[in-house]
């Protein structure tokens, strides 16, 4: 029998004021940041939980410190079991994943093939990943995607991978992730070599 309910609902951190504009701003032209306290938000996430209207609670696009707040919170009664954030080559979040994994806590990984080429949200100058070198180049020894190549990565690295596609072709050969002979360690390795694909240069415009 189907239930009405959320298999995971998320609190998603928003710095800015919600609304219809992204980065909203005042008459000033300041940004108009977002007054939430995040642990009356996860409280409230807490009750829908015991009312059986969501399965999980987890977060989105928190940083250690705003997990923490949650984790400490006083009368804590469920941790959130994910966070999902843009995670990529680009930008690995190797370090927010120690500390998502020392509390059981699950990345999930959106942009998992590359930032959106949006030029609101980032610089088009930078190198698209799926077309750098490096990468291809581990990609085409192994006679696989490079796609796959980022994808598989990932899933070594225990996190969970959101890959968004309109595109037959593309769907099925990402479903091959776990087939084949990429072996663990091929992009593991480069990135923690210090050949990290570019990642200065992305770092440095963030």
Request: charged share 20%.
């Amino acid at each position: 029998m189907w239930r009405n309910y959320f298999v995971t609902s998320l609190i998603y951190l928003s710095l800015f004021q919600p609304g219809e504009e992204l980065f909203p701003k005042d008459e000033n032209g300041k940004l108009i940041s977002d007054s939430v306290d995040l642990c009356h938000t996860w409280e409230a996430l807490e009750k829908c939980k015991d009312a059986g209207l969501t399965k999980s609670i987890g977060v989105s696009n928190f940083n250690h410190k705003q997990l923490e707040k949650i984790l400490n919170k006083p009368g804590l009664k469920y941790k959130p079991v994910c966070n999902q954030v843009e995670c990529h080559p680009y930008l690995n979040q190797s370090k927010l994943l120690d500390f998502c994994k020392s509390h059981d806590i699950v990345l999930v990984a959106y942009g998992a093939l590359g930032s959106q080429r949006i030029k609101e949200w980032v610089n088009l100058n930078l190198p698209i990943l799926l077309e750098d070198s490096v990468l291809c180049a581990i990609a085409k020894k192994h006679k696989q995607t490079p796609a796959l190549v980022v994808l598989r990565y990932q899933i070594q690295r225990g996190v969970v991978v959101l890959a968004k596609s309109y595109n037959k072709k593309r769907i099925n050969e990402n479903i091959q992730v776990m087939i084949g002979a990429l072996g663990r360690g091929l992009l593991w390795n480069v990135l923690h070599e210090g050949h990290s694909l570019s990642l200065k240069t992305f770092l440095e415009s963030r």
